[in-house]
């Protein structure tokens, strides 16, 4: 028996005993932001950094714990998987979801497999070496970033990339974050929107989007004088939706035709935007280095070659 856990978005009050449960098994945890024990301390024995390393695993079988996955190597799944969650989705074809409170309290003890975690620990080591390498990169501007928001604030990724690059670059640290995001088929539509209505007034409350999320949002902002709350917008501006750069079939392409028909490439800055709707101090646009994210993605990607 050699299952994964997959550990997805959780309400707060399931992650102890989604904890307990995990432990006990002892199989790799894969544990993805909005779960909330992406940095738990007494899971971090078992917990993957890498989710290319998922493929090298020799898993058997998944338990998909919480929401459906955000990750790849969930889209590409062919093994069988138990779902619990809250919602009846599965993500795939067929299947049924059980809820979180039906975990087994007592799970058949699964071998974590040793030199599979100590290599994923390597990996993530290579990996923090290559953003120290690249600092302006979009990557290495997140790591820092994620080091840089208070303790224990309140976290909202939207859209693709940034949720996909917080969950590879953020630091691992326990820094006590409530992280959430909202995602979809539509998903770029009414981020900035759906971050003002879930601002709490008792709490640091950031925003990481990128500057194509802003743009589709860019009439949010009306309602801030109604918001008696603190919060800080940070706009990754890359200049397009780069997260088509890295999907495998779109990277096929000539990359003149796919910047051109595909990554909505601009030249837009966010002054002017956060100036009109008095929310200067507000509002922190990045600016990675192009190049410089070129080199780290492609010595990220050299790392599985």
């Known amino acids: 028996m050699r299952p994964l856990v997959i550990i997805a978005g959780l309400a707060a009050r399931h992650r102890a005993p989604v904890r307990q449960f995990a432990l006990r098994l002892g199989a790799p945890v894969y544990a993805e932001p909005l779960s909330g024990l ?4 007494e ?32 889209r590409d799944l062919t093994l069988p998987v138990t779902h619990y969650g809250d919602l009846p989705f599965t993500g795939m074809p067929g299947g049924a979801v059980m809820p979180i409170e039906d975990l087994p309290p007592r799970p058949p003890k699964a071998a974590a497999p040793q030199e599979f975690l100590a290599e994923d620990r390597r990996k993530a080591e ?44 953020a630091t691992r640290e326990p820094r006590e974050f409530t ?27 950031w925003c990481i989007v990128g500057d194509l999320t802003a743009i589709y949002d860019a009439n949010a902002p009306w309602v801030v004088p109604q918001i008696n709350a603190p919060f800080t917008i940070i706009i990754l501006n890359n200049g397009g939706g780069r997260i088509f750069g890295r999907v495998p079939s779109l990277r096929r392409m000539d990359p003149a035709v796919r ?44 790392l599985w070659a």
């Open 38 to 41: 992406r940095e738990d301390a």
């Open 43 to 74: 899971l971090d024995p078992l917990l993957v950094r890498n989710e290319r390393m998922l493929s090298r695993g020799g898993f058997d079988s998944v338990i998909r714990i919480g929401n459906v996955p955000t990750l790849r190597f969930w």
């Open 126 to 169: 290579e990996f923090g070496q290559i953003l120290d390498a690249e600092p302006q990169s979009e990557l290495a501007m997140v790591r820092t970033l994620s080091r840089d928001i208070p303790r224990a604030a309140r976290v909202y990724l939207g859209n693709s990339l940034p949720i996909r690059e917080w969950d590879l670059a």
């Open 179 to 205: 992280v959430e995001a909202n995602r979809g088929a539509n998903g770029i539509d009414g981020q900035l929107s759906t971050f003002f209505g879930w601002c709490d007034p008792e709490g640091e409350n």
């Open 259 to 302: 910047e051109r028909l595909v990554e909505n490439p601009h030249a837009l800055h966010f002054d002017g935007w956060a100036r009109m709707w008095n929310i200067e101090s507000r509002v922190v646009e990045l600016l990675p280095n192009r190049e410089a994210s070129r080199r780290a993605w492609e010595r990220y990607d050299a």
